[in-house]
């Protein structure tokens, strides 16, 4: 009987094991995840409807725990935050309608949108106090870092002007402030928000200016002393 070479086996052997470890790093290195991401921009506080979602496939390793994965969304889901279009749906900003502090509101604005403007742009609301038949006051932010969810653009009969309707959404805490100077008739705007957390900013009053006071030099006074009486020299004779 023809012995077996033992070299031979620990050969097949090697190579059986080389192609079983390639095999593993490719399947490794292919396997993906079915996670939601934004199909467009989404604004906070809006229920996700299909069209707002897209699924596709990403490698996320050990954070996929972190991302709402296919048929994991739940009914009624709300965004808590604004969305990018093509970002991945994370689950802390999903959340249900109570976990929202804002509400939508619609403005009528006296100046047209800056071109920067769009849907889940960021913008600080100003508002200039009217005072009287085209009088303004100085404009003051009254809602800073509000974010637009709707633009609707309406020609009005028999006008040739534009008038343009944006749906923002803002803290509830300021629905009132927002309501009051619609009412008022005062001119409200839109001015895209810095990165930095705006301060709402009222007008100014001069400062008083004071003049310096120079206090008068006041002069020493010598008072006289009690006069000197020469003393007499020995050897003077009187």
């Given amino acids: 009987m023809r012995r077996i070479d033992v070299r031979l086996v620990i050969g097949l052997l090697l190579v059986g094991a080389s192609i079983a470890g390639v095999y593993g790093l490719v399947a490794a290195a292919d396997r993906t995840t079915a996670v939601y991401a934004a199909a467009k921009p989404v604004a906070a506080g809006r229920q996700l409807q299909v069209s707002d979602l897209e699924v596709v496939r990403v490698r996320l390793a050990g954070a996929s725990v972190m991302y709402v994965t296919e048929g994991a969304l739940r009914s009624g889901a709300?965004?808590?935050?604004?969305l990018v279009k093509g970002?991945?749906?994370?689950?802390?900003?999903v959340g249900s309608a109570r976990d929202i502090s804002a509400t939508t509101l619609v403005l009528t604005l006296t100046s047209p949108l800056p071109t920067a403007s769009a849907v889940g742009a960021t913008v600080d609301i100003w508002s200039a106090v009217q005072l009287g038949q085209n009088a303004f006051g100085p404009p003051t932010i009254m809602v800073p870092r509000a974010q637009i969810s709707r633009i609707i653009e309406s020609s009005g009969i028999g006008s040739s002007s534009q008038?343009?309707?944006v749906e923002v959404i803002v803290p509830r805490s300021t629905v009132a402030l927002v309501l009051q100077a619609q009412a008022n008739g005062d001119a409200i705007s839109l001015v895209p928000a810095t990165t930095a957390e705006p301060e709402v900013t009222r007008p100014a009053s001069p400062l008083p200016t004071r003049q310096p006071t120079l206090e008068p030099m006041v002069q020493p006074t010598l008072q006289p002393g009690p006069a000197l009486t020469p003393s007499a020299s020995p050897g003077a004779t009187s």
């Fill in 78 to 82: 709300v965004t808590v935050r604004p």
């Fill in 87 to 93: 970002e991945l749906l994370a689950l802390t900003a």
């Fill in 163 to 165: 008038n343009i309707n």
